[in-house]
């Protein structure tokens, strides 16, 4: 799921592709006459149910559900939705008091009260999916409730990262009603009271967004319904959109495509590029034989060309990454540039000798072929050029589409795999905790005491966040020297669109998330 310090907000510099300059800007009059604006993606939903997603499926959440909090265009910090006001109540970041809208309903009409929010968050607690957003709440001990408005959340250590965490799709409310409370609804339904309501819903294909009437919070809808396409590959999303058979397109793009769009003759289109915070990695199995190996794991991080990826695949759409915290973040670094340096064979080649390890290592790289763009492919067959050509490794590529990647991963199935993280929100906290722990979004258990015990509770007591550089440096190397993740790369926004689409360049929120209320039709010049 996920810029991440709002000084990472995307600064859109939009080129209009199709129009001389010294014209003028079109008007819209936030609303749709001409049927629903339809949005392309390769970026389908694993499950429609906050309670089993960590993923990518938020990108539909934060259009249907509310959260307590969540980010208003332009807001640095998290600020009311469904909420009318939250903040800490005590000295020691431990209590949380959120005071509900008055008259807040679900689309259906049942009321959105405190016992709703409760219900919604124990929930989420007692289903525990695996690879769920259950690790999002370590912090917290228990919610209660006072009257129909009042909720309190109470947290087991001191927490300041928990107003952001409230701020995530994965805390989306629920109606009582119509979620089980131990079970992961899992038909092609929901229920939320979010800026849509969702019409209907095809799996892997489309999802047809309606405006919600009964809607209170902060977004102010500049068009009535929206219809999500689903795309197999970047290519025929494209296609879809210079045939005007989609008017936007938000992710998936791949970097041919982006090339082109940034050209001349891409006539009637737009592309709007903003500062992003999402990366792509790998994942190491520990309960591999190969891959379980430390040696073999740093081997690997000795050999692999982050910029040659990220020209000959990614055409320089994307930047090298040397820290799973990326660049714009208080707390990134360059640990993994600074412990390996340039790509070597030999010194790999040493790493494996004093591990007693002198033969090809064998290893299986898993991707996915239908979450990160076309170029996903490419990216793990130059993986495999480059591993294979230190003459260190024999490498096998398996593949699958994400549904069924994720259910392979969770099951720690993979000897090595490949992620992309769009971040739950703008701090360093977050490209660390996720992924270290007994739970964490990926389903592979990370213990790390130091950094789950030690490091990470210090950084939640300060609310001044560019006070904890030192704690976030400290867990940057000691991942590093684990290599049981390797970031390969960190991603710009771009969103491509028809010339007679506005709101590109707000749509995009502090997750990277598409906000599809603020897009709409410029109806006159």
């Given amino acids: 799921m996920f810029n991440r310090n709002r000084c990472l907000r995307p600064a859109a510099a939009i080129a209009s592709l199709s129009l001389l300059a010294g014209c003028g800007v079109l008007a819209d009059d936030g609303s749709d006459g001409e049927g629903p604006i339809t949005v392309g993606t390769t970026s389908a939903p694993s499950t429609l149910d906050p309670a089993a997603s960590w993923d990518g499926s938020w990108e539909l959440f934060r259009n249907i559900y509310q959260t307590l909090l969540a980010y208003p265009n332009g807001a640095t910090t998290p600020q009311p939705d469904a909420a009318r006001t939250c903040s800490f109540t005590d000295a020691s970041n431990r209590v949380y008091r959120c005071e509900l809208r008055a008259g807040t309903t679900f689309a259906d009409g049942h009321p959105l009260d405190a016992r709703a929010v409760k219900y919604s968050v124990d929930r989420i607690r007692a289903i525990d999916a695996p690879g769920g957003p259950a690790g999002l709440l370590g912090s917290l001990e228990e919610v209660r409730t006072s009257g129909d408005r009042e909720v309190v959340f109470r947290l087991n250590r001191p927490d300041t990262t928990f107003p952001f965490v409230l701020a995530t799709p994965a805390l989306s409310i629920v109606d009582p009603a119509d979620y089980s409370a131990h079970t992961v609804r899992n038909d092609d339904r929901a229920f939320g009271s979010g800026p849509y309501t969702l019409k209907s819903y095809q799996e892997g294909r489309r999802a047809e967004l309606v405006r919600n009437g009964r809607y209170k919070g902060y977004a102010e809808r500049r068009n009535d319904a929206v219809t999500i ?200 906290d977050n490209f660390i905790a996720p992924f270290v722990g007994q739970h964490n979004a990926l389903g592979t258990p990370y213990p790390s005491p130091e950094i789950t015990r030690a490091l990470l509770p210090e950084t939640r007591r300060v609310s001044d966040r560019a006070a904890v550089v030192r704690q976030f440096e400290r867990a940057q190397r000691i991942m590093v020297d684990d290599a049981r993740l390797l970031p390969l790369w960190q991603g710009k926004q771009y969103v491509a669109a028809g010339d007679d689409i506005s709101g590109g360049e707000r749509a995009l929120d502090p997750s990277s998330i598409m906000t599809m209320w603020e897009l709409s039709r410029k109806t006159g010049w």
């Fill in 229 to 428: 396409r689903y795309f197999q590959d970047s290519a025929s999303m494209v296609k879809a959109l210079r045939d005007r058979r989609i008017d936007v397109t938000y992710r998936g793009l791949a970097a041919d495509d982006i090339i082109a769009l940034q050209g001349r003759e891409a006539k009637d289109l737009q592309l709007v590029e903003g500062a992003g915070a999402d990366i792509d990695y790998l994942v190491f199995n520990p309960k591999d034989p190969w891959a379980g190996r430390t040696a073999v794991r740093r081997a690997v991080a000795q050999v692999v060309d982050r910029p040659a990826l990220a020209h000959t695949v990614y055409k320089d759409t994307v930047d090298p990454l040397y820290s799973m915290v990326p660049k714009g973040l208080t707390g990134h670094t360059t640990a993994f540039f600074d412990h390996f340096g340039d790509p070597s064979a030999p010194k790999a080649r040493v790493i494996l000798a004093e591990a007693g390890i002198t033969g090809k290592v064998p290893l299986t790289l898993w991707y996915t072929t239908d979450r990160y763009g076309s170029q996903t492919a490419l990216e793990f067959r130059e993986l495999k050029r480059q591993l294979e050509g230190s003459g260190l490794f024999t490498i096998t590529l398996r593949s699958r589409p994400w549904k069924t990647y994720v259910a392979g991963y969770q099951k720690g199935e993979y000897p090595v795999f490949g992620r992309g993280w769009s971040p739950d929100f703008p701090d360093a």
